[in-house]
């Protein structure tokens, strides 16, 4: 039977949660931020934004994480291990994107060995996500395979119907339980079938054709347009932080005389310092390799060793670049390129 | 004013008095601008001013892949002129190493910067050639300059404290700040410095806070106030209060302001045997 | 569920100096049980840590043969070399590995073997000469080129005495032009020239190189000159790294995650690979 959730019933769905000993994280105001944060309250809740300004990344790897403390005694050393970091939550209201986004780094943080930083908290979490109403000019998500309504990564999808109701379909076993489990919060559609014809979700446009980055990423590895293009990058490190795939991290000691944590922290490729080893040899010395890199990465790397594109059209590298630099226009270009080949020189 | 700036920059170019054109060109939205390397005077067309050029693109001096393009002429604004100025007395550039294409400027940004309400700088006082329509520069007050920080100043220590601590507890760690900065441009910047290990790489409260503090004390007596590291900063950290704050505690200490005046001796590089030293007390 | 990134504690039960700056730990587990399940292969590494200083990365540097130790070389460099250089016998660091594959020497049976090695970059090749050694029988000639700046900077000084001695060892050691001391009987000259003047016969041979990026650079043309193919020479690639187990994204060299599908590569592998390393 289709389900909605009222506007007017956000209280008790936040209630009935802090009941069953749930954390949870939703969009809210933060002066000119929304930011998915931990909520007490529904009026806390903020809905009326296209992207929350952090992705979905941060309550699964952490900007900062503890992953060993220990204990220095003379020359003897005792191991503690970090406890009580995945503790069960919801995360409400986050993008169909940002859902997507899990997924995909479930591939790498369980291939081969499992970070149990990673699983742990993703099994104490289910995702409610809510379809995107409205979208602006950075949003790309169809142009990568994805919709402003994916179910992807989602473990309830809600879509707006109405100022003040959504519609609500669970995706998986855990969306079905948390349902199940909240009672009368969701309540049955009033004209059921009609609310599936009313669904408000955004049209993204498709800005490139995906399957044509990856041939002309094959092909072009050195490419005029790698220099071209970067020349404006500044090297920071804002474009992989607000990333909801982007996930590569570094691991450093920080201790007092007598203990210490290993501490787990986000990195990023466009810094130059992280490819730098000790001799001073860097592999990727200049901005326009470590560019090249991160849309490497993306749309050919990730995709020959986990088959998944990585990257999820949320666009918010692109909203936060400093020197604007733009991801879907640079994959315009390629996509146009492959198209139309033109010399490399 | 564009058609103006792009006829200077064709001629540069096309003379060989510059090998680049640093300036501002189409941004991916009608609200942004980019900044846009200019090589061929056939591409001056894509050169553009608006109020949407808030950039400060004096940066790009501290950048091997905008320098590996050659001689550059820099197109810039009032305040961006300041950094030259900064750059030159700190001997990270000479004088004849870029082409100042100065343009006056009425203000930026939409709503409007914060560095643009007490502007005294609305035409450069340096350049090579000056693009639009000089405008003078009105002295303006020292409160007047500095009312930006006014109600923060009101605040008492402990509030201080919290309010900083909220705002840093929003840093992750990205360094678009220093990154954007045209004076941060330490090789190896200190965080990137681990033999001691000097500020925690970690984005938690010391680290954010280690980090926020030591930037803006780099800065301090050096920052010309182009407000650039506030803009960037994803986290929407304010962080042009703690520029702003030391810019004052500077003047009023040293009487010097950053970028002013070329023959100004620096604040923090120049002994004086009768430098007012209340404040280290 | 277990965690990835919790090492082992091991015991230094012995260190030896071997050259400015460079010096070898022998380690033991602390934990016997966990020692007793230890196993590893020539070629892999792990991330040695000095608590409260960070992990760094280098090569298993004694041969799996020897069952009752491991063995580290490293030269102080960075933070945390440098507190490693700073332990004593007795401390404890910390271990996790072995991570990463290894040198196919099965494959290698009843072949020559050629090991080129530069500088520093004889500890991890150091690991497979004596696992080569310690099964003569199973390989025909062995020779071994090794080289360093100066005659200070060779490492393993005891060990080169010994295969020096050895009838079924043909060492050749040299020093770069200057490097040289009165009393140096060895060669002196850059590496891909001894390796060349040395002219290994490419039959039935595999040729295993390590050293700096400019002198691989240098010692594969000089290899393929004296014929031998792509897929006969293996090198092991130094990368940035910080987990060792493939999710930190630093060592990537293009989609190859050196610290899972390395650090050992042919050069046929590594000519695939883009220029990123």
């Known amino acids: 039977m289709e389900k909605t959730l009222k506007k007017e019933k956000f209280n008790s769905l936040i209630t009935g949660l802090k009941d069953q000993g749930y954390k949870t994280i939703a969009p809210k105001k933060d002066s000119n931020l929304v930011m998915l944060d931990e909520v007490q309250s529904a009026d806390e809740i903020h809905l009326d934004h296209v992207q929350t300004n952090n992705s979905i990344k941060e309550f699964f790897l952490p900007k900062t994480e503890k992953i060993l403390s220990y204990r220095i005694e003379k020359n003897k050393v005792s191991m503690e291990e970090p406890e009580g970091f995945a503790v069960k939550t919801v ?27 990673w699983v742990q908290r993703r099994e104490a979490t289910t995702i409610v996500t809510i379809a995107c109403d409205k979208c602006d000019n950075y949003c790309f998500c169809t142009s990568v395979g994805l919709a402003p309504d994916s179910k992807e990564g989602s473990d309830v999808l809600l879509t707006k119907v109405s100022d003040d109701e959504y519609l609500v379909e669970t995706v998986t076993e855990k969306g079905e339980k948390l349902v199940e489990s909240l009672g009368t919060v969701f309540t049955p559609a009033d004209n059921p079938g009609t609310e599936t014809l009313n669904r408000q979700v955004a049209t993204v446009e498709n800005k490139f054709e995906i399957e044509k980055v990856k041939p002309w990423l094959d092909e072009n ?83 020959e060793k986990f088959d998944s594109i990585l990257c999820v ?16 226009e640079m994959l315009e270009i390629i996509a146009t390129e492959e198209s139309q080949p033109v010399n490399k020189e | ?116 309400k007490a502007c005294d700088i609305h035409t450069p006082r340096i350049y090579d050639e000056l693009i639009g329509e000089k405008i003078e520069n009105k002295e303006i007050s020292f409160e007047e300059r500095y009312a930006e920080i006014e109600e923060y100043e009101k605040l008492s220590e402990k509030d201080k404290w919290e309010f900083w601590q909220k705002q840093f507890a929003k840093c992750i760690k990205c360094y678009a700040c220093s990154s954007i900065c045209p004076l941060c441009f330490c090789d190896r910047c200190i965080v990137d410095k681990n033999q001691p290990q000097w500020i925690d790489p970690s984005a938690h409260p010391r680290g954010n806070l280690s980090w926020n503090v030591t930037r803006a004390y780099h800065l301090a007596g050096r920052c010309i106030n182009c407000e650039e590291c506030q803009r960037v900063c994803p986290a929407d950290i304010p962080l042009n209060l703690l520029n702003k704050k030391l810019a004052k505690e500077t003047e009023k200490n040293f009487k010097y302001r950053a970028g002013y005046n070329i023959d100004d001796e620096l604040a923090m590089a120049t002994y004086k045997e009768d430098d007012n030293q209340d404040f280290i007390k | 569920m277990e965690n990835i990134y919790k090492p082992y504690l091991m015991n230094i039960s012995d260190m030896i100096d071997e050259a400015p700056g460079v010096r070898t730990f022998r380690l033991n587990f602390l934990n016997e049980d966990e020692g007793k399940n230890f196993q590893f292969q020539a070629g892999q590494f792990a991330l040695y840590s000095v608590f409260g200083y960070g992990e760094s990365t ?112 043909n060492l050749v050691t040299t020093v770069d032009p200057g490097g040289e001391t009165p009393d140096w009987s ?92």
Not at chain 2, 54 to 66: C, F, G, H, I, S
């Open chain 1, 91 to 117: 995360v409400f209201g986050s993008r169909p994107c940002d859902a997507a986004s899990l997924p995909i780094m479930d591939k790498v943080f369980n291939w081969d060995c499992t970070d149990k930083f």
């Open chain 1, 221 to 303: 590895f050195v490419h005029k347009v790698w220099a071209e293009f970067s020349t404006k990058c500044i090297g920071c490190g804002a474009c992989t932080f607000v990333c909801p795939t982007c996930h590569c991290f570094d691991i450093v000691d920080e201790c007092t005389m007598s203990k210490g944590d290993r501490v787990k922290n986000w990195d990023g490729c466009q810094f130059k310092m992280f490819t730098l080893h000790t001799s001073g040899h860097n592999p990727r010395s200049t901005q326009d390799q470590r560019w090249r890199q991160r849309i490497m990465h993306k749309f050919k790397y990730y995709v």
């Open chain 1, 313 to 328: 059209g949320c666009g918010r590298c692109s909203r936060v670049c400093p020197a604007d630099m733009n991801i879907s």
């Open chain 2, 1 to 116: 004013m564009i058609e103006a700036l792009r006829k200077k920059a064709e001629e540069l170019l096309r003379s060989k008095t510059v090998d680049v054109i640093y300036g501002y060109g189409e941004g991916s939205t009608p609200e942004r601008t980019r900044p846009v390397f200019i090589t061929k005077p056939e591409d001056v067309n894509k050169l553009t001013w608006n109020k949407y050029c808030v950039y400060n693109l004096t940066t790009y001096l501290k950048r091997q892949e905008a320098r590996k393009l050659g001689k550059p002429a820099i197109v810039v604004k009032g305040c961006d002129a300041k950094t030259i100025i900064v750059l030159i007395k700190e001997s990270q550039i000479k004088r004849e190493d870029v082409y100042i294409l100065g343009v006056t400027c009425n203000g930026v940004g939409e709503p409007q910067a914060t560095k643009c």
């Open chain 3, 58 to 169: 280098f090569c298993i540097a004694s041969s799996p043969t020897r069952k009752d130790y491991i063995e580290c070389t490293f030269r102080q460099a960075g933070r945390v070399t440098n507190a490693l250089s700073e332990l004593n016998v007795g401390d404890t660091i910390g271990f996790r590995g072995p991570y990463g594959n290894v040198f196919p020497i099965e494959e290698w049976e009843g072949k020559n073997l050629v090991f080129v090695a530069g500088g520093i970059a004889l500890p991890p090749l150091r690991c497979v000469i004596w696992n080569c050694l310690d099964l003569r029988d199973k390989y025909k000639n062995i020779t071994i080129v090794y080289g360093a700046k100066t005659v200070a900077d060779l490492v393993y000084k005891h060990e080169l005495k010994e295969w020096n001695a050895r009838d079924d060892v």
């Open chain 3, 186 to 277: 060895g060669k002196v000259g850059f590496v891909p020239t001894v390796v060349e003047q040395t002219a290994p016969s490419s039959e039935d041979t595999i040729a295993i190189v390590c050293g700096p990026p400019i002198m691989i650079k240098f010692t594969l043309p000089v290899l393929e000159k004296l014929g031998f193919k792509q897929e006969k020479v293996y090198t092991t690639l130094e990368s940035r790294m910080k987990c060792g187990l493939g999710k930190c994204g630093r060592c990537n060299i293009g989609c190859t995650y050196v610290c899972k599908d390395g650090p050992v590569f042919t050069a046929e592998e590594i000519s695939k690979m883009p220029d990123e390393f």
